[in-house]
Structure formats: structure tokens, C-alpha cells
């Protein structure tokens, strides 16, 4: 059974890793190494940014962008996300 539905789990387990590396890993990894600059709104925004411009180069790749087929979305979803983090940070510390 699972040897018949094997391309279709990978393709799954692919898409489930770019996710959770392009929406989830920066607002976690800004959160963790910069917690006195990242606001909740920011992680969100992140989060949500990288999930959808992940969906969205997904789509594009199956609609057959052949930019979209040949570089990974992680490699625009992870570069928007970090920025959403910028955009919305602290703007100064409380001492």
C-alpha cells in the first residue's frame, strides 16, 4: 500500500519541511535569539508570510512557472518572512 502511494508521501513530506522551514523556523529563530526585539505581530506576520508565499510558489510550480520548478520557495519565503520580522520589531528597550 504505501509502496503505491510512495512519489505522492514524498512529495508530501517535501512540501510539509518547506513549510515549516520557510513560515515556522525564522519567527522561532528570531524569537529565541533576539526576544527582546521580536513582537508577537511580528512571529505572526512572519509565519503567515512564509506560508503563503510558500502556496504560492507551489501553485506556480504546478501551473508550470519554470522559474518556480527550478529554485525551492524557501529560498523567497525565508528572506520575506526574516523581513516581516524586521518590519514589525521593537522599536526600542526597556532598561
Known sequence: MVIQYYPELLILQQYT???YGAA????LLGAV???EKITPL?????IFTG????IAWETAKTAGWA???TYPPV???APL????????KKNGTNK
Open 75 to 77: 529560498l523567497i519565503a
Open 42 to 46: 511580528g512571529g505572526i506576520v512572519s
Open 33 to 35: 535569539m533576539f526576544p
Open 81 to 88: 518572512a526574516i523581513l516581516a520580522l524586521i518590519i514589525f
Open 51 to 54: 506560508g503563503a508565499v510558500t
Open 17 to 19: 519541511y518547506t513549510m
Open 24 to 27: 515556522i523556523t525564522p519567527a
Open 67 to 69: 522559474l518556480a520548478k
